[in-house]
């Protein structure tokens, strides 16, 4: 009868320090709103706007009518619109006439580069994050030329839409 009197009781001053309220803590913060760069451009270019600004940008006139319905048509004639996207990027980079600044300026004063690059392409100014990551894989890859520079800006989902 002791030993299950000592066993109860050890079994109920147990049940009543075992058991504690678990306490809930509770952090304020304060809201904050994030947003990239280019997230207020919210209107897609059309085919058309896209083929047409991208020849200006890279060649300063605007594009032949004739190369601008076979490009439309090859567009409109493709499944996958990014893998066309980029073969027309990369036809048109690689063409005589296009007007890219040479590896000189770019590592000579690549900040301006840099900002120039993003005004053109996207009419917009780099903001500081943007510029140290562009400077920093300018500097970091010496085969990074600027076609390629070109070539991921154009590529980015940000140059198509306005």
């Not at 058991?19 to 947003?35: A, G």
């Not at 980029?86 to 036809?91: A, K, S, V, Y």
Request: with cysteine.
């Amino acid at each position: 009868m002791k030993k299950k009197f000592w066993i109860g009781l050890f079994l109920l001053f147990a049940l009543f320090t075992a058991c504690e309220k678990e306490v809930e803590y509770l952090y304020e913060v304060n809201p904050v709103t994030v947003s990239s760069a280019g997230s207020g451009k919210s209107n897609a270019k059309s085919t058309t706007e896209f083929l047409t600004i991208a020849w200006a940008d890279l060649f300063g006139t605007q594009i032949p009518q004739q190369e601008l319905i076979q490009l439309n048509t090859v567009y409109q004639a493709f499944g996958d619109k990014k893998l066309i996207e980029d073969r027309i990027l990369l036809n048109f980079l690689t063409r005589p006439g296009v007007q890219i600044p040479a590896l000189p300026h770019v590592n000579g004063d690549t900040l301006q580069f840099i900002v120039s690059t993003y005004k053109k392409l996207y009419n917009r100014s780099p903001d500081a994050f943007e510029q140290y990551y562009m400077k920093e894989q300018i500097r970091l890859n010496a085969a990074m030329s600027p076609r390629v520079i070109w070539y991921a800006l154009m590529t980015a989902d940000e140059y198509r839409y306005y």
